[in-house]
């Protein structure tokens, strides 16, 4: 146990703690709950979207994928551009005149119900795996921290977690990602400088870069099939991920969903900058690491002050707990109102709605620890699985859907399914052409939305 990071890292769960207790004051109904009411101002706007996009895997196994790609990892991060690109000229604005309270929901106004069901059970499974590798970076974080094993730092992560998600739903979780952005962009550039001054600055690094392997200097290094796949794969896959697409239903306006993406847009390039540096000057200070999700920590350890690792540490647990406990949300809000509200009791009070919510959150939260538990994998190829499955199925329904007015339940259906299909075999074949699954998946799912709508009824004439 590392009393400085430990110290550090308490404070900062105190505070989050606080902010949440604080701001779930304000829960007075369950839209309150759910979606904030449509009320988000642009800084919270700003600061929940952008933690929950960046997350603890970026700090961690982001800085492990440039540590071993040089910078070819540069393009791990371009997809998440693209993304907020298309918002700020296109989605953002439309998205929140949508007004929904979920992605379901939406899926059912604009398709119809048997999509927005199959799309309710999709997200519930989908989200237990996110929530595990947002946990799984989080559980890294707290070993080195405390020196425990791996099942009670995985247990006490996921009640903070549950705690703040239960007791304030959106309202909470927008007030304190934003404090966690705050403190995940404070804590990469610190951990940046430090790195650099380290290894003489970076005209040096990148002399050091040549003389180890010129490859790591080549920005195309990691092929063309797989910076196509980054650029889809978080680029697209986003406008199929629910906790992307309910932040544009929780905002007042349509003017404040487009003014926050704008921010993001610049706040993600800030953020991916020292990210990339951190990795390129590991390749440096210490080579020979073999994991990818180790980097991160084994460079806090060896290089920072113990108080500069402190901050970086409760950046990590930021970015952990900004992302899953939107996770959380989702799931939650999938179960209370996709599912309890519209099939089991449609004349549900906001009592027992709130009551399904909770219950819900602890139910999943738990399935959360036990997933975590058995887990192997690195935890950015959880994440990227995740993002494709629900990605696949789901981005061309909410993407053409919300740019073509002829989309219909005849196509929305069919896109779901030859979309997710298509994920499915592509990973099962194990990724021809070693390009991951979004770019075919979302090409089959688009045709299929066109092909169906054109065969199908035209919306109206039912």
């Not at 642009?42 to 929940?48: H, N, V």
């Not at 425990?148 to 979780?173: D, K, N, Q, R």
């Not at 430090?194 to 970076?202: E, N, S, T, V």
């Not at 063309?224 to 697409?245: A, D, E, K, Q, R």
Request: proline share 3%; glycine share 8%; hydrophobic share 55%.
């Amino acid at each position: 146990m590392y009393k400085p990071y430990l110290i550090i890292v308490i404070l900062f769960f105190t505070i989050v703690i606080l902010i949440g207790m604080i701001s779930s004051q304000k829960v007075k109904n369950d839209e309150d709950w759910l979606i904030a009411r449509h009320s988000l101002e642009t800084l919270p706007s700003i600061g929940t979207y952008f933690a929950s996009i960046v997350s603890s895997v970026s700090i961690i196994s982001y800085v492990g994928y440039c540590y071993f790609n040089g910078w070819g990892g540069i393009w791990v991060f371009s997809g998440t551009f693209l993304t907020s690109i298309l918002a700020v000229f296109f989605y953002a604005a439309r998205l929140r005149k949508v007004g929904e309270v979920s992605l379901p929901d939406y899926l059912e106004v604009r398709f119809c119900k048997t999509e927005s069901i199959m799309a309710s059970v999709l997200i519930l499974i989908s989200s237990v795996f996110m929530l595990c590798a947002q946990v799984a970076a989080g559980t890294l974080v707290l070993k080195i921290i405390t020196g425990w094993e791996t099942l009670p730092c995985i247990v006490i992560l996921c009640v903070v977690l549950i705690v703040l998600t239960s007791a304030g739903g959106m309202v909470s979780v927008a007030w304190t990602d934003t404090f966690c952005a705050l403190v995940m962009f404070l804590g990469v550039w610190i951990m940046a400088f430090g790195m650099l001054r380290k290894i003489g600055g970076f005209s040096s690094m990148q002399q050091a870069l040549y003389n180890i392997d010129s490859g790591y200097m080549d920005p195309m290094g990691i092929g063309i099939p797989m910076i196509l796949s980054w650029i889809f794969t978080w680029g697209v896959g986003n406008y199929g991920v629910p906790h992307f697409v309910t932040r544009f239903f929780a905002v007042k306006d349509e003017k404040t969903a487009k003014r926050s993406q704008m921010w993001c847009l610049l706040l993600f390039l800030l953020f991916d900058i020292p990210l990339l540096l951190i990795g390129l000057a590991g390749i440096i200070a210490k080579p020979g690491i073999q994991v990818q999700d180790e980097v991160t920590g084994i460079l806090i350890q060896d290089f920072l002050h113990p108080v500069t690792g402190g901050v970086i540490f409760a950046a990590i647990l930021a970015g952990c707990i900004s992302t899953a406990d939107s996770i959380l949300l989702l799931a939650s809000t999938t179960v209370s109102n996709d599912i309890y509200k519209k099939i089991i009791n449609k004349n549900a009070s906001f009592r027992q709605i709130l009551f399904v919510s909770r219950i819900s959150t602890w139910m999943i939260g738990v399935l959360a620890i036990i997933t975590t538990f058995l887990n192997t994998d690195a935890i950015l190829w959880i994440q990227v699985r995740m993002v494709t499955i629900m990605g696949a199925a789901m981005a061309p329904s909410v993407m053409i859907g919300t740019a073509w007015k002829r989309a219909n339940a005849t196509g929305g259906m069919l896109s779901f399914v030859a979309g997710l299909a298509t994920a499915v075999a592509w990973y099962i074949l194990d990724q021809p052409f070693d390009l991951m699954p979004m770019l075919p998946a979302f090409g089959a799912g688009t045709f299929f939305m066109v092909a169906g709508s054109l065969i199908g009824e035209k919306n109206g004439e039912k």
